[in-house]
């Protein structure tokens, strides 16, 4: 069965220092992954996608991922943290032929940035 | 402008009542799905509708129920079979069911007292 892992249920970072939150994934066949983001109280939010092609993927807010096939991973990146990113962020995986209930989602990170 | 709506925002309710909690879409999508999330846990899938006059059971479908008498509603209600229905309810829709983006509307916040 597909499955997604988000390493650290928290991480905090210092406000201009690197982001870095992880997600694994486990699928058999091609997959497509996405990040969301979620602020207190608000619904998900759409950070970017890989679905096809290139394998580094910017999306909005200053955010990338990368997919890696051979690590399984699709890690989110961002330079420089900013207060306003301090958030819930969940990595979610569908595929290729996916059932009808759409994408499976990991536990979620919160973002914590200190000043 | 095109999203999703939910209402109301927060609701509270007595224990052994039922409530239905608004989900309404202007996406023109077909699928629409209801998530359940609770602290640490992430989102659990509780019904989802691939089409009108269509739905199914997610993991935690136990305790609700759903319509999808129109493409742009997909109503939940939230039973007194239900043993712990304090929650956040988040509903989403996506073009069509499977691996498409899911666009998730602002959710609400159920107080069972």
């Known amino acids: 069965a597909q499955s997604v892992t988000q390493l650290g249920s928290h991480v905090s970072v210092s406000e201009g220092a690197l982001v870095l939150l992880r997600c694994n994934y486990s699928?058999?066949?091609?997959?497509?992954l996405f990040w969301y983001v979620q602020y207190p109280n608000q619904g998900l939010q759409l950070l970017l996608k890989?679905?096809?092609?290139?394998?580094l993927v910017k999306g909005i807010n200053g955010f990338e991922a990368e997919f890696k096939k051979s690590e399984t991973s699709f890690h989110l990146t961002k330079p420089s943290a900013h207060m306003s990113d301090a958030a819930e962020y969940f990595c979610?995986?569908?595929?290729?032929?996916?059932?009808?209930?759409?994408?499976?989602f990991g536990k979620g990170t919160h973002l914590i940035i200190q000043p | 402008d095109g999203g999703i709506t939910q209402s109301p925002k927060y609701l509270f309710r007595k224990e052994g009542q039922n409530v239905t909690l608004s989900c309404e879409q202007n996406?023109?999508?077909?699928?629409m799905y209801w998530y359940r999330q609770d602290p640490g846990q992430g989102l659990r899938l509780i019904y989802y509708?691939?089409?009108?006059?269509?739905?199914q059971k997610g993991d935690i479908a136990e305790g609700y129920s759903v319509s999808r008498e129109k493409k742009e509603s997909f109503p939940l209600t939230v039973t007194s079979a239900q043993k712990n229905p304090t929650a956040f309810y988040l509903c989403?829709?996506?073009?069509?069911?499977?691996?498409?983006?899911?666009?998730f509307g602002p959710g609400t916040r159920l107080t069972v007292l």
């Open positions: 989403a829709s996506s073009v069509t069911s499977g691996n498409n983006e899911q666009f």
């Open positions: 699928s058999s066949v091609p997959p497509y």
């Open positions: 890989y679905t096809t092609g290139a394998t």
């Open positions: 979610a995986v569908s595929w290729v032929g996916g059932g009808a209930d759409g994408l499976t």
């Open positions: 996406l023109n999508h077909d699928a």
């Open positions: 509708s691939q089409i009108v006059n269509d739905f």
